[in-house]
């Protein structure tokens, strides 16, 4: 089974710095949409970041743009999101996704119906 494990959660303070990390087992990660997504309470679910593991392709959000940054590392077969200057709206349960199948390019890399294969999420919160 498809497992993806999110870690690097925690509480920070404003202008705080967090790393959130995405390692998905098996064949998951190669050559396919992964992104990152987050649902504050009482909110809907959105996308934050999204990044092609078989290339250079990222998208962001406008709300995180220039605060966060999505990468990926082929040798762990793992997706990063560095955030920074973290406020108090960025906090929620933060969820990594990938998409179904491989060499795929979805329409809206940041919608949520694009993607598939999600973990159980990691908390941040941010505190003023």
């Known amino acids: 089974q498809v497992q993806m494990v999110e870690s690097g959660g925690g509480s920070v303070q404003a202008g705080g710095s967090l790393k959130l990390s995405c390692a998905p087992s098996?064949?998951?990660?190669?050559?396919?949409?992964m992104g990152w997504f987050r649902q504050a309470p009482g909110k809907e679910r959105e996308g934050v970041a999204a990044?092609?593991?078989?290339?250079?392709?990222?998208f962001y959000a406008d709300s995180v743009k220039g605060r966060f940054t999505i990468s990926k590392d082929n040798d762990q077969k793992t997706v990063y999101l560095q955030m920074g200057s973290l406020q108090p709206e960025d906090a929620g349960m933060y969820y990594c996704?990938?998409?179904?199948?491989?060499?795929?390019?979805?329409?809206?890399?940041?919608?949520?119906?694009?993607?598939?294969?999600w973990g159980q999420g990691t908390q941040v919160t941010v505190s003023s």
């Open positions: 996704a990938a998409a179904l199948v491989t060499s795929w390019v979805p329409n809206k890399p940041l919608d949520s119906n694009e993607y598939h294969y």
């Open positions: 990044i092609y593991t078989g290339g250079g392709y990222t």
């Open positions: 098996g064949d998951t990660y190669s050559k396919r949409f």
